[in-house]
């Protein structure tokens, strides 16, 4: 792989290449070009000189330099040139590379040399540290090397002894079954999540199989097979599981009894406990808390009495939400506290709920995270969203937010995803405090409004990420090709309920994609669609639009 190679690999012999070669493959496993020469310090040191001194003015960024006994070529290469030298000690026969990781490690001061690891280890971390060096200017490397810092630690968290048998039988290794183009995906669910994942199936090559409670849903326009039946019904529930290969969800208030169910005759992915925990804001709060995530502080309430207590230790303003059933600001009633909780409670009308305290945020960010059924993890860029009437209205990627909060989303979405033993795509929102930084909201098993411009501007959507993931295929690279809005498409901006507006201005815009659902009603903020606008000023192109759709749209109280 040495044309247009960035990166060096040199040794003082072939002997030396079963070592060095660990950093080559380890080079191309990151897409670096490298090349490999042998250069002898002692044997051929004119090479070595044309080598060092040509280096640069040939386009390299960094040598890694590997040799053993006296080890001599990384220090005399670092003293011939000014790029990084970083040198691996090879194994010995005589002192096990002793000799030469002392002889490395000890350059005289103004000529600074890089020692790594004897053998395999050395050239593998010699690799990773010119990797490093090189995504601190190319975000596409800092991506891969994030996804690898995760995998790893996605590996040592999920390492388990192997148990002992009286018997002393031979344990037996789960694999990751790959459910091919051809399979049929089961969905549960069929709004336009749904929808659009049924689309990205088709392109992929999938069947689609859709449960569903409503003969108006966005899906079953698009899917291969559909049924139309309440999700606690038994034969709807043998007719799914008879002709699905895998499923997955696309809402999470599904019945508990159902997701049993299913996940008792084929794979669900996500798994029953991470839908449940996400669909009952009570056990997802506990569920952060325990992981020691920050979020809001909480109290859980069962009664007026209860409430009345928490709204004394909160001693502020906070939300009181109902446990469950709430999404888009339904189930959700901001408090001063100063309300008088009995009256409050009654008018609440929820059996169980929680006061959570009110954060005064600078901004709404969130994240999606895909995690595979072999423990791979991809994130997606943070985007900064921004409501309209507790609504979703614009997403904006990537969030103008620090590389620090960035990488804190991030590390904090893969906490949660192996926690729960992932499999599938999940979004995460947070707060942003100013005073505490990134808070969690709420997490989301399944797909995300705030994922929707992954469509037009990544190279992987997060529905074909959310096809990887469960079918236990490789994942997709995140990468945002460009900045977007997104735009929701709501109600209120259809001339009426059965008017679309016109949409002239949205498809003359040139670089920005229009997406409908297919919903036959504009009914209340029922969202309808979606545009995504590219390109550097897509923000004011989008509020331009915005406002031009509400002006021209049914007013709703």
């Known amino acids: 792989m040495s044309q247009h190679a960035i990166i060096g690999i040199i040794m003082g012999s072939s002997s030396d290449w079963p070592t060095m070669e660990h950093a080559a493959r380890t080079l191309q496993d990151f897409g670096v070009a490298w090349e490999a020469e042998i250069v002898s310090a002692h044997r051929t040191p004119e090479k070595l000189f044309d080598y060092s001194r040509s280096a640069a003015e040939r386009g390299l960024q960094a040598i890694i330099a590997g040799a053993g006994g006296a080890a001599h070529l990384p220090g005399m290469c670092a003293a011939l040139t000014t790029l990084p030298v970083l040198g691996v000690p090879v194994e010995s026969k005589t002192l096990k590379g002793v000799d030469s990781l002392l002889s490395i490690v000890q350059m005289p001061a103004g000529i600074p040399t890089a020692t790594f690891a004897i053998g395999k280890a050395g050239a593998i971390n010699a690799a990773l540290f010119a990797i490093a060096q090189l995504a601190v200017h190319n975000p596409v490397l800092r991506e891969k090397l994030q996804a690898f810092r995760m995998n790893q630690t996605t590996t040592v968290l999920e390492a388990k002894l192997p148990e002992i048998s009286w018997t002393m039988a031979p344990s037996t290794s789960s694999t990751t079954v790959e459910i091919a183009p051809g399979s049929t995906i089961g969905i549960l669910g069929g709004g336009q999540l749904a929808r659009m994942l049924c689309m990205e199936a088709k392109r992929m090559g999938f069947r689609t199989l859709v449960w569903t409670g409503g003969q108006e849903a966005p899906a079953t326009a698009l899917c291969d097979e559909v049924i139309i039946e309440s999700f606690d019904d038994p034969s709807a529930l043998a007719r799914f599981v008879a002709q699905a290969d895998v499923a997955t969800v696309e809402f999470e208030n599904i019945p508990a009894s159902t997701l049993s169910a299913v996940c008792d005759s084929l794979p669900l992915r996500p798994n029953s406990q991470a839908i449940r925990t996400c669909a009952n804001r009570e056990a997802e709060k506990t569920f952060l808390r325990e992981l020691g995530i920050p979020c809001a502080p909480f109290w859980i309430v069962s009664s ?221 903020r029922r969202k309808m669609g979606h545009v995504t606008f590219v390109g550097s000023d897509s923000l004011r192109r989008a509020n331009a639009i915005k406002h031009q759709l509400l002006a021209s749209g049914q007013k709703i109280d």
């Open 304 to 524: 007026a009495q209860e409430l009345d207590s928490a709204m004394k230790e909160l001693q502020g303003p906070g939300v009181l939400k109902t446990s469950a059933f709430g999404y888009d600001g339904k189930g959700q009633l901001k408090l001063s506290g100063n309300e008088d909780a009995q009256q409050v409670w009654t008018a609440f009308a929820a059996p169980r709920a929680i006061l959570e305290g009110f954060i005064r945020f600078d901004r709404e960010l969130s994240i999606m995270i895909a995690r595979s059924s072999s423990g791979e993890i991809r994130c997606f860029d943070p985007v900064e969203n921004q409501h309209r009437h507790h609504i979703l209205d614009v997403t904006i990627a990537p969030a103008t937010i620090t590389p620090e909060i960035a990488q804190a989303a991030r590390e904090i979405a893969m906490r949660i995803a192996i926690a729960f033993d992932y499999v599938g795509i999940m979004g995460v929102e947070f707060f942003l405090d100013p005073e505490r930084g990134i808070l969690v909201n709420e997490m989301a098993p399944r797909p995300h409004n705030s994922g929707h411009h992954t469509i037009d501007a990544c190279i992987t959507s997060q529905f074909e990420q959310q096809l990887r993931a469960v079918c236990g295929l490789p994942l997709g690279s995140t990468e945002l090709l460009a900045p977007c809005v997104m735009l929701n498409l709501l109600g209120d901006m259809w001339i009426n309920e059965t008017q679309p507006p016109d949409w002239t201005n949205i498809l003359a815009d040139g670089a920005c994609s229009l997406h409908l659902y297919g919903k036959k009603r504009a009914i209340q």
